[in-house]
């Protein structure tokens, strides 16, 4: 007898799938993320880095299946120190849990 095995068809994009990928949506994504819950594409580190690459909109690197290259927003140098800024802020004060090989990490 054959059983038909369930498969999940539809992939759940991230909350900025299709928007704009800036600084401030960033900021909203790693706020809401959750280290110690498997990552997802509504729970990831958009800072976070693989191979030299920044993930998506849905937490996707280049190079992987369903990867969306993200509407990005203007960058001058005024935006760049305050991104510059706001990094140091995260590596100063890391979120608990977020140690590499967490559950909410890709590395």
Do not use: H
């Amino acid at each position: 007898q054959n059983a038909r095995v369930p498969t999940k068809l539809n992939f759940e994009y991230g909350d900025y799938d299709d928007k704009l990928w800036d600084q401030d949506s960033k900021k909203d994504v790693y706020n809401k993320w959750d280290p110690s819950s498997p990552r997802s594409a509504k729970n990831f580190n958009p800072f976070e880095t693989f191979k030299g690459n920044s993930p998506d909109a849905s937490g996707i690197f280049p190079g992987e299946g369903r990867y969306k290259d993200p509407i990005r927003g203007d960058v001058g140098y005024a935006s760049m120190l305050a991104e510059k800024a706001d990094l140091e802020e995260r590596e100063a004060n890391p979120k608990a849990g977020s140690e590499p090989g967490c559950a909410g990490c890709k590395n």
